[in-house]
């Protein structure tokens, strides 16, 4: 993503929301491990006890599938046999 579309508003969208600064800080790490581009809009808000819509992680359109699928799939450190 260039940096003119990485500050571009039209083509993007919410991936998911959060209640905390931190937890959208480690689900941005995790997209962008994946290489997918991400930033959070109202942190600050938050922060200061202002927002009623949570912490919201946005990324270009065209990666939202990849998106979810890197936030949202079980982790493989999950050991399901209890």
Same mark, same amino acid.
């Given at each position: 993503? %260039?940096? &003119?579309?990485? !500050? %571009? *508003?039209?083509?993007?969208?919410? +991936?998911?929301? *959060?209640?905390? !600064?931190?937890? &959208? @800080?480690? &689900?941005? =790490?995790?997209? @962008? #491990?994946?290489?997918?581009? #991400?930033?959070?809009?109202? $942190?600050?808000? /938050? $922060?200061? =006890? !202002?927002?009623? =819509? $949570? +912490?919201?992680?946005? /990324?270009? /359109? %065209?990666?939202? $599938?990849?998106?979810? #699928?890197? !936030?949202?799939?079980?982790?493989?450190? +999950?050991?399901?046999? =209890?």
């Amino acid at each position: 993503m %260039s940096l &003119a579309s990485a !500050l %571009s *508003f039209d083509d993007d969208d919410v +991936v998911a929301t *959060f209640d905390s !600064l931190i937890e &959208a @800080e480690l &689900a941005r =790490g995790r997209l @962008e #491990a994946e290489g997918i581009a #991400a930033r959070i809009a109202d $942190g600050n808000i /938050v $922060g200061l =006890g !202002l927002s009623l =819509g $949570g +912490v919201r992680l946005i /990324v270009a /359109v %065209s990666d939202l $599938g990849a998106a979810r #699928a890197a !936030l949202f799939a079980p982790s493989a450190l +999950v050991d399901d046999d =209890g």
